[in-house]
């Protein structure tokens, strides 16, 4: 049972951004609330990608470049675009992805 909350815990952010994906699917096509579901979406999408903004941040301060960069503006033109559930798609791999590096 410790090891299914602890599992739990290390995933929290990436089970977040799931259900947050789920959520918006639901209020998006089921109950036709779309404003609702570009909200959440956008939630999850801040949510799972505010570590990698600041680690970038600082690495671009310290000169060291990365691919992040690449995932990085996918997000921010998947926002611009109005294209949330890709945005949040994008989010949850690259939290998936360092929750599995961590």
């Given at each position: 049972?410790n090891s299914r909350i602890a599992?739990?815990?290390?995933?929290?952010?990436?089970?977040?951004?799931?259900?947050g994906i789920v959520l918006y699917?639901?209020?998006?096509?089921?109950?036709?609330?779309?404003?609702?579901?570009?909200?959440?979406?956008?939630?999850?999408?801040?949510?799972?990608?505010?570590?990698?903004?600041?680690?970038?941040?600082?690495?671009?301060?310290?000169?060291?470049?990365?691919?992040?960069?690449?995932?990085?503006?996918?997000?921010?033109?998947?926002?611009?675009?109005?294209e949330y559930l890709v945005a949040?798609?994008?989010?949850?791999?690259?939290?998936?992805?360092?929750?599995?590096?961590?």
């Open positions: 049972m599992l739990v815990k290390t995933f929290l952010i990436p089970l977040i951004i799931l259900l699917l639901i209020f998006n096509f089921i109950l036709k609330l779309p404003r609702y579901a570009d909200i959440i979406a956008i939630f999850a999408t801040v949510l799972g990608a505010y570590r990698l903004f600041i680690e970038s941040f600082y690495s671009v301060i310290k000169r060291e470049f990365a691919l992040d960069y690449i995932a990085i503006l996918a997000i921010v033109v998947s926002l611009f675009t109005r949040a798609i994008i989010a949850l791999m690259l939290s998936t992805g360092r929750t599995i590096e961590d």
